[in-house]
């Protein structure tokens, strides 16, 4: 059982590590997007584009302190399922 846990965390880490890097890479060029309703009022407020494309339910580009915390999350993830040990016999 130990193994099974084991290799299902290290597969957690791998995936979640990846996932980091792909969407460091994706928010870096610009090319991660999501619907501007997601966004809040303050996240628009400083934007008239991102207001209309809020009304409209347009497609915009993650913020970029949204797209960096998206990334420690993963980082963090990667990180946490390293810290998995077998029990105690």
């Given amino acids: 059982m130990g193994a099974l846990v084991h290799g299902g965390a290290g597969a957690f880490r791998e995936i979640a590590g990846c996932n980091a890097s ?10 991660l997007y999501l619907p501007a309703r997601s966004l809040t009022g303050v996240e628009v407020s400083e934007d008239p584009q991102l207001v209309v494309a809020k009304l409209r339910d347009d497609m915009v580009r993650v913020p970029n302190a949204q797209a960096q915390r998206l990334v420690r999350s993963y980082e963090f993830a990667a990180a946490l399922s390293g810290d998995i040990s077998a029990p105690a016999r």
């Avoid at 792909?22 to 090319?31: D, E, N, R, Y």
Wanted: proline letters at 0%; charged letters at 0%.
């Fill in 22 to 31: 792909v969407l460091a890479g994706l928010g870096a060029t610009g090319q």
